[in-house]
């Protein structure tokens, strides 16, 4: 399964655009990257994924560079309530991994008045 | 409403006693896995099952089991040989084999064993 690094943690003011970087320098060619963000003590949430192209939702846009090494989420204009962890994933290509969510240590961004 | 749904929130357990979390799902997903999260930490995968009667182990199964006779359940048995039980428990279901469909998270029982 492919790795990511996000840095540990980014602020952010009310308003303005979030942009949340992720590496994922060994991604493989069929596996998706995913995006989830946990608020303390709550389940993950899911965000937006990709695979080769940019997709925007009603929550976020998912930029992914061309070569596929990495990728950021951009919260176009971040709230308060926008203040949690988020998880840049790889999700695990194989049919018989059962498409398995591995996640890393996270981004605490912290949106600020 | 669809989702899935993890029982009890809190749960409190003595040493040396198993404890079995529950988790339901009416998403109709073949898919479900189970996660464990320490505080400051990200989640980490105990077990998974892709389909009734069966399961794999994950990244942290020991001191740990599953079950999968009905595809809505999945509970996740905490036994006494699990060193470090107390911690934060999610359980997720997603569509399997679909890898451009989202996993669905319960809101996680939080265990602490005293």
């Known amino acids: 399964d492919a790795k990511t690094t996000q840095p540990t943690s980014m602020d952010c003011a009310e308003g303005r655009a979030a942009n949340l970087p992720c590496n994922h320098s060994t991604i493989s060619g069929n596996e998706y990257v995913y995006w989830y963000r946990q608020i303390h003590s709550q389940g993950p949430q899911y965000i937006i994924h990709?695979?080769?192209n940019n997709e925007t939702n009603e929550m976020a846009s998912l930029i992914i560079t061309e070569d596929r090494k990495s990728s950021t989420l951009i919260l176009p204009h971040a709230t308060l309530r926008d203040t949690a962890v988020y998880y840049c994933?790889?999700?695990?290509?194989?049919?018989?991994?059962?498409?398995?969510?591995?996640f890393g240590q996270g981004t605490e961004l912290s949106v600020k008045p | 409403d669809g989702g899935i749904t993890q029982s009890p929130k809190y749960l409190f357990r003595k040493e040396g006693q198993n404890v079995t979390l529950s988790c339901e799902q009416n998403l109709n997903h073949d898919a479900m896995y189970w996660y464990r999260q320490d505080p400051g930490q990200g989640l980490r995968l105990i077990y998974y099952s892709q389909i009734v009667n069966d399961f794999q182990k994950g990244d942290i199964a020991e001191g740990y089991s599953v079950s999968r006779e009905k595809k809505e359940s999945f509970p996740l048995t905490v036994t006494s040989a699990q060193k470090n039980p107390t911690a934060f428990y999610l359980c997720?279901?997603?569509?399997?084999?679909?890898?451009?469909?989202?996993?669905?998270f319960g809101q996680g029982t939080r265990l602490t064993v005293v």
């Open positions: 990709g695979l080769k």
């Open positions: 997720a279901s997603g569509e399997r084999g679909y890898l451009d469909t989202e996993a669905f």
């Open positions: 994933i790889v999700r695990a290509a194989s049919y018989n991994q059962g498409g398995k969510l591995i």
